[in-house]
């Protein structure tokens, strides 16, 4: 059973760096068949797929690429999120999930975990 | 980007009936090459993570009841949820894989009458 659990402070302050991780157990972390994405929810809002990661290589949306980097820690098998320069248009729940398919051709999350709502506020 | 649009916003459906969710794409989604449609559709329960339900816009996921149902190619596209049961109240969103830019219809709420 593959089980995900995203965790981070629950407030951020505006103009700072947001970071999240994500830990994976039940599954390998590494695989061609997969990777491992962030995806949010602002409050009242519909889900944005932020980034995901393959074989140590980042795809991000374009709306918010020049802000974020994910890094993958096998030996921990942790997913780490990091978005520079927030605002409150960054509050959201920010979920990890699991995204089948390749870099070039990622399909749909299969696992999801819980989220973690993330408050950007002086 | 590809933009989905959902309808209704929100539908409430007596115990047993039939409930049906429609997702409508700005693009068809449909890859000739291998004739599949790049559309899946989740359920998501208060307090709870998304689940799949559908992908390849119709093909159910294992576990998934049978009553849960994807039809549609191109552009619009149906989720059916046959006699509808208390733990189908949800929220219910289609999600595009035909773009590398993913992205999520708002969702519909559906609710017991």
């Known amino acids: 059973q593959v089980r995900v659990q995203e965790s981070g402070p629950g407030q951020v302050k505006p103009s700072e760096t947001l970071s999240l991780t994500c830990t994976v157990s039940g599954d390998s972390i590494s695989s061609s068949r997969y990777s491992w994405a962030w995806i949010r929810q602002p409050p009242g809002k519909g889900l944005e797929w932020i980034a995901n990661i393959y074989s140590g290589t980042t795809y991000s949306n374009p709306s918010l690429k020049s802000r974020v980097s994910i890094f993958v820690d096998t030996s921990k098998r942790q997913i780490s999120l990091t978005m520079t320069s927030v605002t409150a248009a960054d509050t959201a729940v920010y979920s990890c999930?699991?995204?089948?398919?390749?870099?070039?051709?990622?399909?749909?999350?299969?696992?999801w975990g819980q989220g973690t709502l993330v408050t950007v506020s002086s | 980007d590809i933009v989905l649009t959902q309808s209704p916003h929100s539908l409430a459906v007596s115990l047993g009936e039939r409930a049906t969710i429609s997702c409508k794409s700005s693009?068809?989604?449909?890859?000739?090459?291998?004739?599949?449609?790049?559309l899946a559709w989740y359920q998501q329960k208060p307090g709870q993570p998304p689940k799949l339900l559908i992908s390849w816009a119709s093909t159910r996921e294992s576990g998934v009841p049978e009553r849960f149902s994807g039809s549609g190619s191109g552009t619009d596209f149906t989720l059916t949820i046959n006699s509808l049961q208390a733990e189908d109240v949800a929220v219910y969103f289609c999600q595009q894989y035909y773009s590398t830019l993913l992205t999520f219809g708002p969702g519909t709420k559906l609710d017991i009458k």
């Open positions: 693009q068809s989604l449909l890859y000739r090459s291998n004739n599949k449609n790049y």
């Open positions: 999930a699991r995204l089948l398919g390749d870099g070039f051709n990622p399909w749909y999350f299969d696992y």
